[in-house]
């Protein structure tokens, strides 16, 4: 990855939607280099995929929290089961305290707690300790930085 892809990738990061005339035109390539580029970057898998973010507040989602999940062996079978609760975000195996981290997005703590109860259901599951979020200051992905490349 050389210099203009990782401006190209953090063009996109700030804004998935710019045309490729505009990729081109702030990297110095035309818009048909530009888009060979991304078409490139995602081929190599740089680029994974395109989305939009979406407030959760907004979208009826307010209640953030974090839930260590203790267990017994992790399998496959316990990814798709956690995969099936829409409410959670992301899952993790960890080293610490507990097998899992999971990131949890619900509308009330009443919704929190059914997750939580599904989570028990779910074979293996012998505790949970959750952590509610009470401010964010700030959430962020991977950045490249792009200005000094």
Avoid: N
């Amino acid at each position: 990855m050389d210099r203009i892809d990782k401006m190209l990738i953090g063009i996109l990061q700030d804004d998935a939607g710019r045309s490729y005339a505009a990729l081109g035109a702030a990297v110095g390539l035309s818009s048909g280099a530009a888009h060979e580029r991304v078409r490139k970057l995602r081929e190599r898998g740089l680029i994974r995929r395109t989305t939009i973010e979406v407030d959760p507040v907004a979208a009826g989602r307010g209640v953030l929290s974090f839930v260590l999940v203790e267990g017994q062996a992790w399998m496959g079978a316990s990814g798709e089961a956690l995969l099936a609760i829409p409410e959670i975000e992301e899952a993790h195996v960890i080293a610490g305290p507990a097998s899992l981290l999971v990131k949890v997005r619900t509308a009330s703590t009443r919704e929190l707690q059914e997750v939580l109860r599904r989570l028990f259901e779910i074979e293996g599951v012998t505790g949970t300790r959750t952590i509610m979020v009470l401010e964010s200051f700030f959430e962020r992905g991977l950045h490249l930085p792009y200005q000094d490349a």
